[in-house]
RNA sequence: GCGGUAUUGGUGAAGUGAUUAACACGCCAGAUUGUGGCUCUGGUAUGCGUGGGUUUGAUUCCCACAUACCGCCCCA
């Protein structure tokens, strides 16, 4: 028996509902911010993912789907979808105008070891923002991240934030967290003394030695804003106080992708069923990425979250009840046929409708209504045909009417 | 990629080196051929993740692989 591949899953029933639950809600809320709507490629040149995501993270080093395609092509799954967006913007010259907002869903693809909350095939919400840049447009995605799941009824949020200052603040940054761990680079984890190289700022955001009291009280990123990136971090709290988004300024966020700038924030929930997997919302703005990937230099901002984590909380919760609303089921007790002539008539005219296609006698078919639930169930049987009438059962008041078939759909109209 | 635990029907599961693999839910049929969700009766794994091995005999022991979950790592 062929099983799915390692790290999928197939999503039906409660679940599925969920989902589309999500996803429609995700719609909507995001016409409420004018983002719109954008549906990228799947896998990209897997160049796109080195130069945008970052040589130096796990993501592309050891966790991308690569193939060779039949034109000798080097493709990716996409790892995330931030490097793909900005390619989008790029190509197709968004840049001439003053502002972009983008909202995607869909799924991305790791090559991880799988656990619960994380998966290989998984599906990700998010938005990009492109054009200006403001402490208010920072502000709008955070609280746009935080109403978003607000709004889903996760209740038990919390919003924190840091910010890694520009080019010149981080530069000057990685000289003095590289000077203040001279001392103590035999202390380090083999990995951390790797990205005491490529990338320090990583290292206070490691699990091993983050807990450190030496890394603990080394020197922060915000310690080391110049004036600038200072005013603009203190900017976006502002406006965050103004939108009344709760938040806590924590120095070692650093966030694992390389194209952050400035601020970076996560919004993460505490409810024990997500174990470690509890991050879910990650984002920041990211002022050099266009320009790495070849566009006119043009700041951006955005986020991603993850939708089967957000699935679990709201199941937890039960902050989604899913109803089965099915209008009408149809009882046939004779054989001309005629009841699936109502049943495709109604369907027509926007009644979700059901009938026994297995032949059950009395017994069974009330059991499937006892199943499904439905508003009215309509008989039809030797009777009704004969006196082209439908007997109507209303399934709340279990009353019975007889309705003349040609007045059938203006009845269901009226009562339901 | 590393370490650990697990894997029995549609589902939740009990169980044992050798006769019919418990129990419960679900599903199917009937009691009840025009009114149900209750009850009762019967049916429902030729099989115990896959492939090897040990054995007179393995679902039970051993090995490998696969998958799931937990920890590490990483992140959504």
Same mark, same amino acid.
């Given at each position: 028996?062929?099983?799915?591949?390692?790290?999928?899953?197939?999503?039906?029933?409660?679940?599925?509902?969920?989902?589309?639950?999500?996803?429609?809600?995700?719609?909507?809320?995001?016409?409420?911010?004018?983002?719109?709507?954008? +549906?990228?490629?799947?896998?990209?040149?897997?160049?796109?993912?080195?130069?945008?995501?970052?040589?130096?993270?796990?993501?592309?080093? +050891?966790?991308?789907?690569?193939?060779?395609?039949?034109?000798?092509?080097?493709?990716?799954?996409?790892?995330?979808?931030?490097?793909?967006?900005?390619?989008?913007?790029?190509?197709?010259?968004?840049?001439?105008?003053?502002?972009?907002?983008?909202?995607?869903?869909?799924?991305?693809?790791?090559?991880?070891?799988?656990?619960?909350?994380?998966?290989?095939?998984?599906?990700?919400?998010?938005?990009?923002?492109?054009?200006?840049?403001?402490?208010?447009?920072?502000?709008?995605?955070?609280?746009?991240?935080?109403?978003?799941?607000?709004?889903?009824?996760?209740?038990?949020?919390?919003?924190?934030?840091?910010?890694?200052?520009?080019?010149?603040?981080?530069?000057?940054?990685?000289?003095?967290?590289?000077?203040?761990?001279?001392?103590?680079?035999?202390?380090?984890?083999?990995?951390?003394?790797?990205?005491?190289?490529?990338?320090?700022?990583?290292?206070?955001?490691?699990?091993?030695?983050?807990?450190? %009291?030496?890394?603990?009280?080394?020197?922060?990123?915000?310690?080391?804003?110049?004036?600038?990136?200072?005013?603009?971090?203190?900017?976006? +709290?502002?406006?965050? %106080?103004?939108?009344?988004?709760?938040?806590?300024?924590?120095?070692?966020?650093?966030?694992?992708?390389?194209?952050?700038?400035?601020?970076?924030? /996560?919004?993460?929930?505490?409810?024990? /069923?997500?174990?470690?997997?509890?991050?879910?919302?990650?984002? =920041?703005?990211?002022?050099?990425?266009? /320009?790495?990937?070849?566009?006119?230099?043009?700041?951006?901002?955005?986020?991603?979250?993850?939708?089967?984590?957000?699935?679990?909380?709201?199941?937890?919760?039960?902050?989604?009840?899913?109803?089965?609303?099915?209008?009408?089921?149809?009882?046939?007790?004779?054989?001309? =046929?005629?009841?699936?002539?109502?049943?495709?008539?109604?369907?027509?005219? =926007?009644?979700?409708?059901?009938?026994?296609?297995? =032949?059950?006698?009395?017994?069974?078919?009330?059991?499937?209504?006892?199943?499904?639930?439905?508003?009215?169930?309509?008989?039809?049987?030797?009777?009704?045909?004969?006196?082209?009438?439908?007997?109507? +059962?209303?399934?709340?008041?279990?009353?019975?009417?007889?309705?003349?078939?040609?007045?059938?759909?203006?009845?269901?109209?009226?009562?339901?």
């Amino acid at each position: 028996m062929i099983q799915k591949p390692k790290g999928t899953q197939d999503v039906f029933g409660v679940d599925a509902q969920v989902y589309k639950y999500i996803e429609s809600y995700t719609d909507n809320f995001m016409n409420l911010y004018n983002y719109g709507y954008i +549906k990228i490629p799947t896998f990209e040149e897997t160049n796109l993912f080195y130069r945008g995501v970052g040589e130096s993270t796990d993501i592309v080093n +050891k966790e991308t789907y690569d193939f060779v395609d039949k034109g000798g092509r080097n493709m990716t799954l996409r790892p995330e979808f931030t490097a793909g967006v900005v390619r989008n913007y790029i190509e197709n010259k968004f840049y001439s105008e003053q502002i972009s907002k983008f909202y995607y869903f869909g799924s991305a693809f790791r090559y991880e070891r799988p656990q619960s909350g994380r998966l290989r095939e998984f599906t990700q919400v998010g938005v990009e923002v492109f054009g200006p840049k403001s402490a208010y447009l920072d502000a709008e995605v955070i609280s746009l991240a935080y109403r978003y799941l607000s709004g889903l009824g996760i209740t038990n949020l919390s919003v924190k934030i840091n910010s890694l200052g520009d080019k010149e603040s981080r530069l000057r940054y990685n000289e003095v967290i590289r000077e203040y761990l001279k001392n103590d680079y035999d202390n380090l984890c083999d990995t951390c003394k790797d990205r005491l190289n490529k990338n320090p700022l990583r290292i206070l955001d490691c699990k091993y030695d983050g807990e450190r %009291d030496y890394i603990k009280n080394a020197p922060k990123t915000i310690d080391y804003l110049n004036d600038e990136s200072k005013e603009y971090f203190e900017n976006v +709290k502002k406006a965050l %106080d103004l939108l009344d988004i709760p938040y806590t300024v924590d120095a070692s966020l650093v966030r694992g992708l390389d194209y952050y700038s400035h601020t970076v924030f /996560e919004v993460v929930s505490n409810i024990p /069923e997500l174990g470690k997997a509890n991050t879910l919302c990650g984002g =920041g703005r990211y002022d050099g990425l266009v /320009e790495m990937l070849d566009g006119p230099s043009t700041p951006g901002v955005g986020f991603a979250m993850g939708i089967e984590r957000i699935m679990t909380i709201i199941k937890e919760l039960e902050a989604f009840i899913p109803k089965d609303t099915l209008d009408v089921f149809v009882m046939s007790l004779e054989d001309s =046929g005629f009841a699936y002539q109502v049943v495709d008539d109604l369907r027509s005219n =926007g009644f979700s409708c059901e009938i026994d296609y297995t =032949g059950k006698n009395m017994k069974g078919l009330w059991k499937l209504v006892s199943k499904y639930e439905p508003c009215f169930i309509l008989i039809i049987g030797e009777d009704e045909v004969k006196g082209d009438y439908i007997t109507v +059962k209303d399934n709340n008041t279990k009353e019975e009417t007889k309705v003349k078939t040609s007045e059938l759909i203006d009845y269901l109209d009226m009562n339901i």
